[in-house]
């Protein structure tokens, strides 16, 4: 394939098979919205958004944004590695589900938009991970609780590289925790 022709930015989320069609639910009404202001939340939805604290961020996104690209989905298996989004260092194995979104429509804006509500809103409404090689949301998201690993991993790092020379500016950031500017979702 020519990835020259098919310019497209991706996020990744990634959820515990248990969470898969909760999920799913919850990233279609988010994205009709996004696409039809007038668009009904279901009872669950609405009770979820409202739950983060994230209603005026969601009506911020109304109306903003129509998702082009088919939402796909795939299947990954537990690793025993310490970061990855499938990850079940010191957990039961389970299967995890990704979610992609991906648009082709430039600029990103809109979509990183919503895709930074998603991001926010489904880490703890379903203990999603997100993909770290795909878009990113520039705040972050909580890693701790989301990556039993990480700890281990820092610890690696600094045995290893104790001076950061293997590290850019987003591992600085999302791994080692310097100060995030805050969430897409709340209120006020």
């Known amino acids: 394939m020519r990835h020259d022709l098919f310019r497209h930015l991706e996020m990744e989320v990634f959820v515990p098979r248990g969470q898969l069609a909760s999920a799913l639910d919850f990233v279609r009404e988010i994205l009709k919205a996004a696409d039809d202001r007038g668009h009904a939340l279901s009872p669950e939805t609405r009770s979820r958004i409202e739950s983060l604290g994230a209603v ?16 796909c989905v795939r299947r990954v ?67 701790e609780d989301r990556y039993p690993g990480v700890s281990e991993f820092r610890r690696v790092c600094e045995a290893c590289d104790p001076h950061g020379v293997f590290r850019n500016a987003f591992v600085r950031e999302v791994l080692f925790g310097s100060e995030r500017s805050g969430s897409a979702l709340k209120d006020g």
């Not at 005026?56 to 939402?71: E, F, K």
């Not at 310490?82 to 648009?103: N, V």
């Not at 999603?128 to 909580?142: C, I, M, S, T, Y």
């Open 56 to 71: 005026a961020g969601l009506d911020a996104l109304r109306g903003s944004y129509v998702h082009h690209y088919p939402i």
């Open 77 to 143: 298996r537990p690793d025993d590695t310490l970061i990855s989004m499938a990850s079940c260092d010191g957990l039961p194995a389970r299967d995890w589900y990704a979610i992609s979104l991906i648009t082709l429509t430039r600029p990103y804006a809109r979509f990183e938009r919503v895709a930074a509500f998603l991001a926010d809103a489904m880490s703890p409404l379903f203990g999603a991970r997100l993909h770290w090689g795909k878009w990113f949301p520039p705040d972050g998201v909580e890693v």
